[in-house]
């Protein structure tokens, strides 16, 4: 069972539309290494975890990236709420927007829908494990270079906070 | 080929001095030291030790300080704590501070709760109608309905 808490983990507060960040943004929601795909992996593979350490880890991370996934669609639904036409055109999000408006959609940059072939869940303690370390180094890395094109400090201290909110937890 | 340094044993291709790779993740092995809340929140860790700059980005925040903010600093504390403990649940040592540090959060949530809203659906239960559904919503901060 699961519950609401009606408060993100970390403060977003952006002020201005940006569509052409959130074109890449969108990714650490729905990407192959989103939010999204590192909730499920987690709690999708506690289930045949043979120690009692390791189902409570992969429980209480599994939910924290679900926080995460909510920070990642408030990021995305403050840069494009309020965006004006020639927004939209000027940061080339027309692809997006056709399919999408305003909405937050679990997609990958290039606009591939969510995929569950992004993650593996083997039922086996070291493959899962390993599974999950190699995860969260692809997620670093994937915000990493999004940090690089970022000129606002606010994303930067906030990604940086997932990353390390991801690593501590890592088994 | 034959090479002088491979190793004999089963006429394997290693050197006799290569031993198996053997992966390893560095393991915490206590919860101290410790950041304070605040800067535990905006550097995304509560453990110094795991704090590693990033493509020499350090996150030093500041995170605006208000009752909200505060709440989540807390809240991340005890979060953290969790998980370490998740993985050490026999340090008694940890144990005693999550305990203090999750009372805190209570008293800070209590607090929240009275001046900001609900957090939790049950909060409701403090209040004199059904205000759970009332902005702002947590995506809503800086918008129109995030007005606080």
């Not at chain 1, 926080?67 to 000027?90: D, F, P, S």
């Not at chain 1, 408006?101 to 039922?123: E, H, I, L």
């Not at chain 1, 899962?128 to 670093?140: F, I, P």
């Not at chain 2, 340090?91 to 209590?110: G, H, I, P």
């Amino acid at each position: 069972m699961f519950v609401y808490e009606k408060k993100l983990q970390y403060p977003v507060r952006i002020k201005n539309p940006n569509p052409a960040m959130a074109k890449y943004i969108i990714t650490q929601y729905g990407g192959p290494d989103g939010e999204l795909g590192a909730s499920l992996r987690y709690l999708s593979q506690r289930y045949s975890m043979p120690y009692p350490e390791v189902k409570a880890i992969l429980t209480d991370i599994g939910v924290e990236e679900l926080g995460h996934l909510e920070m990642i669609g408030t990021i995305v639904h403050q840069l494009t709420r309020n965006m004006t036409v020639e927004q939209v055109e000027k940061a080339g999000f027309q692809d997006y927007f056709v399919d999408h408006t305003a909405g937050v959609y679990a997609q990958a940059a290039a606009g591939w829908p969510y995929d569950a072939a992004s993650f593996a869940v083997k039922g086996d303690v070291i493959a899962d494990l390993s599974e999950d370390m190699g995860a969260d180094a692809a997620t670093r890395k994937g915000q990493r270079e999004e940090i690089r094109w970022d000129k606002l400090t606010f994303l930067l201290y906030l990604k940086m906070a997932i990353l390390h909110a991801e690593s501590p937890g890592g088994p | 080929m034959q090479n002088n340094d491979s190793c004999t044993y089963k006429e394997g291709p290693l050197p006799s001095c290569a031993p198996l790779a053997v992966p390893m993740v560095a393991a915490q092995m206590c919860a101290e030291p410790a950041y304070e809340s605040g800067e535990a929140l905006a550097k995304g860790t509560l453990f110094p030790g795991l704090d590693l700059p990033f493509m020499d980005y350090v996150a030093n925040g500041p995170v605006e300080k208000t009752p909200e903010t505060e709440l989540m600093a807390i809240d991340f504390v005890c979060q953290e704590l969790a998980l370490y403990l998740d993985t050490h649940p026999g340090d008694q040592e940890a144990f005693k501070t999550w305990k203090s540090v999750n009372a805190l959060a209570k008293e800070a949530r209590k607090r929240y709760v009275e001046m900001c809203g609900p957090v939790m659906r049950t909060d409701t239960a403090k209040f004199d109608s059904w205000v759970w559904p009332e902005d702002p919503w947590p995506w809503n901060a800086g918008g129109k309905a995030g007005k606080k």
